[in-house]
Protein backbone atom coordinates (compact mmCIF):
# COMPACT_ATOMS: atom_id res chain seq x y z
CA UNK A 1 0.00 0.00 0.00
CA UNK A 2 1.19 3.42 -0.80
CA UNK A 3 0.89 6.25 1.69
CA UNK A 4 -2.07 8.21 -1.03
CA UNK A 5 -4.03 4.92 -0.89
CA UNK A 6 -4.12 5.35 3.41
CA UNK A 7 -6.16 8.19 3.12
CA UNK A 8 -9.00 6.07 1.21
CA UNK A 9 -9.23 2.86 3.68
CA UNK A 10 -8.84 5.35 6.72
CA UNK A 11 -11.93 7.67 5.06
CA UNK A 12 -14.20 4.49 5.09
CA UNK A 13 -13.07 3.67 8.89
CA UNK A 14 -14.37 6.89 10.03
CA UNK A 15 -17.71 7.10 8.17
CA UNK A 16 -18.23 3.31 10.02
CA UNK A 17 -17.62 4.91 13.05
CA UNK A 18 -19.28 8.18 12.72
CA UNK A 19 -22.43 6.42 12.40
CA UNK A 20 -22.59 5.53 16.23
CA UNK A 21 -19.89 8.19 17.65
CA UNK A 22 -21.33 11.69 17.12
CA UNK A 23 -19.26 15.08 16.18
CA UNK A 24 -16.03 13.44 17.80
CA UNK A 25 -14.39 12.78 14.14
CA UNK A 26 -11.13 14.62 15.02
CA UNK A 27 -10.63 12.67 18.28
CA UNK A 28 -11.08 9.20 16.23
CA UNK A 29 -9.10 10.40 13.55
CA UNK A 30 -5.99 10.77 16.29
CA UNK A 31 -6.39 7.58 17.47
CA UNK A 32 -6.31 6.38 13.54
CA UNK A 33 -3.30 8.64 13.55
CA UNK A 34 -1.46 6.92 16.64
CA UNK A 35 -2.18 3.55 15.76
CA UNK A 36 -1.27 4.17 12.22
CA UNK A 37 2.53 5.34 14.26
CA UNK A 38 2.52 2.26 16.36
CA UNK A 39 1.90 4.76 19.17
CA UNK A 40 -0.79 4.62 22.22
CA UNK A 41 -3.18 7.55 23.53
CA UNK A 42 -3.69 8.61 26.80
CA UNK A 43 -7.26 10.24 27.28
CA UNK A 44 -7.65 12.09 30.65
CA UNK A 45 -11.02 12.96 30.52
CA UNK A 46 -14.79 13.06 32.46
CA UNK A 47 -16.76 9.58 32.88
CA UNK A 48 -19.33 9.33 30.11
CA UNK A 49 -17.90 11.04 27.09
CA UNK A 50 -17.98 7.53 25.20
CA UNK A 51 -14.27 6.68 25.39
CA UNK A 52 -15.12 3.03 25.59
CA UNK A 53 -17.56 3.12 22.54
CA UNK A 54 -15.09 5.27 20.44
CA UNK A 55 -12.26 2.56 21.09
CA UNK A 56 -14.82 -0.59 20.70
CA UNK A 57 -16.40 0.73 17.51
CA UNK A 58 -13.37 1.49 15.86
CA UNK A 59 -11.76 -1.79 16.77
CA UNK A 60 -14.88 -3.30 15.19
CA UNK A 61 -14.53 -1.06 11.88
CA UNK A 62 -11.20 -2.22 11.98
CA UNK A 63 -11.68 -5.82 12.02
CA UNK A 64 -9.33 -6.21 15.00
CA UNK A 65 -9.84 -7.85 18.39
CA UNK A 66 -10.74 -5.19 21.63
CA UNK A 67 -10.42 -6.01 25.12
CA UNK A 68 -11.23 -3.99 27.88
CA UNK A 69 -9.44 -4.15 31.26
CA UNK A 70 -11.02 -2.06 34.38
CA UNK A 71 -7.77 -0.84 36.71
CA UNK A 72 -8.96 -1.54 40.36
CA UNK A 73 -6.11 -1.40 43.43
CA UNK A 74 -6.59 -5.21 43.82
CA UNK A 75 -5.38 -5.45 39.92
CA UNK A 76 -2.18 -7.39 40.01
CA UNK A 77 0.63 -7.56 37.01
CA UNK A 78 -0.76 -11.65 36.34
CA UNK A 79 -4.27 -10.07 35.38
CA UNK A 80 -3.22 -7.66 32.42
CA UNK A 81 -0.24 -10.56 31.55
CA UNK A 82 -1.45 -13.79 32.11
CA UNK A 83 -0.15 -16.78 34.06
CA UNK A 84 0.91 -20.17 34.18
CA UNK A 85 -1.96 -22.47 35.47
CA UNK A 86 -2.31 -25.99 36.51
CA UNK A 87 -3.88 -28.31 34.14
CA UNK A 88 -5.43 -31.37 36.81
CA UNK A 89 -5.80 -33.38 33.44
CA UNK A 90 -3.27 -33.29 32.07
CA UNK A 91 -0.54 -33.25 34.90
CA UNK A 92 1.08 -29.84 33.59
CA UNK A 93 1.12 -25.85 34.08
CA UNK A 94 -0.35 -24.18 30.64
CA UNK A 95 -0.59 -20.23 30.08
CA UNK A 96 -3.75 -18.38 30.18
CA UNK A 97 -3.01 -15.38 28.28
CA UNK A 98 -4.20 -12.08 29.97
CA UNK A 99 -6.29 -9.27 28.06
CA UNK A 100 -3.11 -8.01 27.05
CA UNK A 101 -2.96 -10.36 24.66
CA UNK A 102 -5.09 -8.92 21.99
CA UNK A 103 -5.48 -5.95 19.37
CA UNK A 104 -6.95 -2.85 21.22
CA UNK A 105 -6.81 -2.90 24.61
CA UNK A 106 -8.56 -0.33 26.43
CA UNK A 107 -7.26 0.41 29.96
CA UNK A 108 -9.65 1.96 32.31
CA UNK A 109 -8.90 4.07 34.66
CA UNK A 110 -4.99 3.31 34.55
CA UNK A 111 -4.31 5.83 37.69
CA UNK A 112 -6.51 3.23 39.86
CA UNK A 113 -3.79 0.13 39.84
CA UNK A 114 -0.43 0.26 41.65
CA UNK A 115 2.71 1.18 40.06
CA UNK A 116 3.14 -2.62 39.58
CA UNK A 117 0.16 -3.27 37.70
CA UNK A 118 1.02 0.05 35.38
CA UNK A 119 4.32 -1.33 34.88
CA UNK A 120 3.77 -4.43 33.36
CA UNK A 121 1.56 -2.83 30.96
CA UNK A 122 3.65 -0.26 29.81
CA UNK A 123 6.40 -2.68 29.99
CA UNK A 124 4.00 -4.31 27.47
CA UNK A 125 3.40 -1.11 25.18
CA UNK A 126 7.19 -0.66 24.57
CA UNK A 127 8.31 -3.73 23.91
CA UNK A 128 5.67 -5.39 22.34
CA UNK A 129 6.15 -8.56 24.34
CA UNK A 130 5.91 -9.99 27.57
CA UNK A 131 7.58 -12.39 30.03
CA UNK A 132 6.18 -14.93 32.05
CA UNK A 133 8.72 -17.13 34.01
CA UNK A 134 11.46 -16.54 31.75
CA UNK A 135 9.52 -17.70 28.47
CA UNK A 136 9.12 -14.14 26.43
CA UNK A 137 5.82 -14.36 23.82
CA UNK A 138 5.28 -11.57 21.23
CA UNK A 139 2.03 -9.63 21.23
CA UNK A 140 0.66 -9.81 18.14
CA UNK A 141 0.87 -7.00 15.60
CA UNK A 142 -0.81 -4.45 15.82
CA UNK A 143 -1.21 -3.45 19.17
CA UNK A 144 -2.53 -0.61 20.31
CA UNK A 145 -3.31 0.43 24.04
CA UNK A 146 -6.04 3.55 24.67
CA UNK A 147 -5.61 4.24 28.52
CA UNK A 148 -8.15 6.68 30.45
CA UNK A 149 -7.96 8.92 33.46
CA UNK A 150 -10.47 10.68 35.12
CA UNK A 151 -8.81 14.06 36.01
CA UNK A 152 -11.34 14.97 38.48
CA UNK A 153 -10.62 11.89 41.44
CA UNK A 154 -7.50 11.95 43.23
CA UNK A 155 -8.22 10.05 46.55
CA UNK A 156 -6.82 6.61 45.96
CA UNK A 157 -5.46 6.65 42.85
CA UNK A 158 -1.55 5.97 41.60
CA UNK A 159 -0.61 8.87 39.22
CA UNK A 160 1.20 7.86 36.42
CA UNK A 161 4.92 9.39 36.92
CA UNK A 162 6.19 11.77 33.89
CA UNK A 163 8.51 8.58 32.75
CA UNK A 164 5.51 6.53 32.29
CA UNK A 165 3.98 9.28 30.77
CA UNK A 166 6.53 9.73 28.03
CA UNK A 167 5.51 6.21 26.88
CA UNK A 168 2.17 7.51 25.52
CA UNK A 169 2.47 9.04 21.59
CA UNK A 170 -0.38 11.46 22.30
CA UNK A 171 -2.34 12.55 25.47
CA UNK A 172 -6.03 13.72 24.56
CA UNK A 173 -9.51 15.61 25.61
CA UNK A 174 -12.30 13.86 24.29
CA UNK A 175 -14.53 17.13 25.57
CA UNK A 176 -18.10 16.95 25.83
CA UNK A 177 -20.51 17.42 22.71
CA UNK A 178 -22.53 20.75 21.77
CA UNK A 179 -26.36 20.73 22.65
CA UNK A 180 -27.28 19.54 18.73
CA UNK A 181 -24.82 16.68 19.37
CA UNK A 182 -26.20 15.56 22.21
CA UNK A 183 -29.68 15.42 20.78
CA UNK A 184 -28.40 13.24 17.72
CA UNK A 185 -26.80 11.08 20.67
CA UNK A 186 -30.50 10.59 21.93
CA UNK A 187 -32.38 10.43 18.55
CA UNK A 188 -29.43 7.12 17.76
CA UNK A 189 -30.76 5.77 20.67
CA UNK A 190 -34.33 5.27 19.78
CA UNK A 191 -33.44 3.92 16.08
CA UNK A 192 -31.50 1.23 17.29
CA UNK A 193 -34.20 0.47 19.92
CA UNK A 194 -30.67 -1.33 21.75
CA UNK A 195 -27.65 -0.34 23.58
CA UNK A 196 -25.86 -2.76 21.61
CA UNK A 197 -23.78 -1.13 18.75
CA UNK A 198 -22.36 -2.59 15.79
CA UNK A 199 -20.63 -1.17 12.85
CA UNK A 200 -19.61 -2.84 9.09
CA UNK A 201 -16.06 -4.12 9.27
CA UNK A 202 -14.48 -1.28 6.86
CA UNK A 203 -10.69 -2.84 6.64
CA UNK A 204 -9.08 -5.45 8.24
CA UNK A 205 -5.93 -6.48 10.28
CA UNK A 206 -4.01 -6.89 7.04
CA UNK A 207 -4.89 -3.33 5.77
CA UNK A 208 -4.02 -2.06 9.13
CA UNK A 209 -0.25 -3.69 8.88
CA UNK A 210 -0.14 -2.30 5.02
CA UNK A 211 -0.77 1.16 6.40
CA UNK A 212 1.54 0.95 9.30
CA UNK A 213 4.26 0.24 6.56
CA UNK A 214 3.10 3.00 4.20
CA UNK A 215 3.47 5.58 6.96
CA UNK A 216 7.23 4.50 6.40
CA UNK A 217 7.70 5.72 3.03
CA UNK A 218 5.59 9.25 3.95
CA UNK A 219 8.56 11.64 3.36
CA UNK A 220 10.15 14.16 5.56
CA UNK A 221 12.15 17.03 4.21
CA UNK A 222 15.16 18.35 6.11
CA UNK A 223 13.60 22.16 6.60
CA UNK A 224 10.41 19.92 8.18
CA UNK A 225 13.15 17.76 10.38
CA UNK A 226 14.98 21.26 11.83
CA UNK A 227 10.89 22.24 12.42
CA UNK A 228 10.39 20.08 14.64
CA UNK A 229 13.49 19.54 16.57
CA UNK A 230 13.32 23.53 17.02
CA UNK A 231 9.93 23.58 18.71
CA UNK A 232 11.25 20.70 20.72
CA UNK A 233 14.00 22.35 21.97
CA UNK A 234 11.98 25.78 22.30
CA UNK A 235 10.66 23.48 25.53
CA UNK A 236 13.87 23.26 26.80
CA UNK A 237 14.31 26.78 27.35
CA UNK A 238 10.77 28.33 28.03
CA UNK A 239 10.98 30.23 31.23
CA UNK A 240 7.84 28.35 32.60
CA UNK A 241 9.39 24.26 32.11
CA UNK A 242 11.67 22.48 34.74
CA UNK A 243 12.27 19.82 32.23
CA UNK A 244 11.54 20.18 28.80
CA UNK A 245 10.50 17.78 26.04
CA UNK A 246 12.97 14.80 25.54
CA UNK A 247 14.78 13.66 22.21
CA UNK A 248 11.97 11.08 22.17
CA UNK A 249 9.03 12.92 22.29
CA UNK A 250 10.95 15.21 18.88
CA UNK A 251 10.96 11.40 17.15
CA UNK A 252 7.21 10.66 18.03
CA UNK A 253 5.75 13.93 16.73
CA UNK A 254 7.69 12.95 13.75
CA UNK A 255 6.09 9.70 13.31
CA UNK A 256 2.79 10.84 14.32
CA UNK A 257 3.51 13.64 11.78
CA UNK A 258 3.59 11.28 8.99
CA UNK A 259 1.15 9.23 10.16
CA UNK A 260 -1.30 12.13 9.59
CA UNK A 261 0.02 13.24 6.43
CA UNK A 262 -0.98 9.55 4.92
CA UNK A 263 -4.29 9.98 6.44
CA UNK A 264 -4.68 13.25 4.34
CA UNK A 265 -3.74 11.05 1.38
CA UNK A 266 -0.25 12.61 0.96
CA UNK A 267 3.04 11.30 0.98
CA UNK A 268 4.69 14.02 2.53
CA UNK A 269 4.76 16.19 6.01
CA UNK A 270 3.98 19.51 6.36
CA UNK A 271 4.63 22.18 8.89
CA UNK A 272 1.02 22.14 9.36
CA UNK A 273 0.94 18.42 10.38
CA UNK A 274 3.42 19.10 13.01
CA UNK A 275 1.14 21.87 14.44
CA UNK A 276 -2.26 19.98 14.61
CA UNK A 277 -0.04 17.02 16.76
CA UNK A 278 2.26 19.01 19.00
CA UNK A 279 0.35 19.67 21.63
CA UNK A 280 -1.13 16.36 21.95
CA UNK A 281 2.02 15.02 21.22
CA UNK A 282 4.42 16.97 23.46
CA UNK A 283 2.49 18.55 26.65
CA UNK A 284 2.06 15.80 28.67
CA UNK A 285 6.10 15.45 28.20
CA UNK A 286 6.76 18.73 30.05
CA UNK A 287 7.37 19.14 33.57
CA UNK A 288 6.89 22.41 34.55
CA UNK A 289 8.01 24.44 37.55
CA UNK A 290 6.49 24.68 40.76
CA UNK A 291 5.09 27.89 40.97
CA UNK A 292 3.50 27.59 37.38
CA UNK A 293 1.46 24.37 38.44
CA UNK A 294 -0.02 26.16 41.38
CA UNK A 295 -0.65 28.72 39.37
CA UNK A 296 -2.75 26.44 37.16
CA UNK A 297 -0.39 26.68 33.53
CA UNK A 298 -1.78 24.24 31.68
CA UNK A 299 1.23 23.03 29.46
CA UNK A 300 -0.64 23.39 26.47
CA UNK A 301 0.05 26.72 26.59
CA UNK A 302 3.74 26.24 26.75
CA UNK A 303 3.70 24.33 23.76
CA UNK A 304 1.70 26.64 21.35
CA UNK A 305 4.11 29.49 22.58
CA UNK A 306 6.87 26.97 21.73
CA UNK A 307 5.38 26.46 18.08
CA UNK A 308 4.87 30.32 17.98
CA UNK A 309 7.83 31.10 18.20
CA UNK A 310 9.90 28.88 16.14
CA UNK A 311 9.40 30.30 12.03
CA UNK A 312 8.00 27.67 9.55
CA UNK A 313 10.30 26.81 6.91
CA UNK A 314 10.80 28.52 4.13
CA UNK A 315 8.85 27.13 0.84
CA UNK A 316 5.46 26.13 2.78
Not at 104 to 121: V, W
Amino acid sequence: MEPQEVGEVCSRVLAEVGKVVVGKRGVVEKFLVALLARGHVLIEDYPGLAKTLMAKTLAQALGLEFKRVQFTPDLLPADITGSYVFNQRTGSFELRRGPVFTNILLADEINRAPPKTQSALLEAMQERQVTLDGVTYKLEEPFFVIATQNPIEFEGVYPLPEAQLDRFAMRLRVGYPSEEEEVEILRRRIARGSDEIRVEVAASREDVLSMQKAVEKVHVDEGVLRYIVSVVRATRQHPRVEVGVSPRGAETLMKLSRALAALRGRDYVIPDDVKELAADALAHRLVLKTEQWVRGVEPESVIADAVSAVPVPKGY
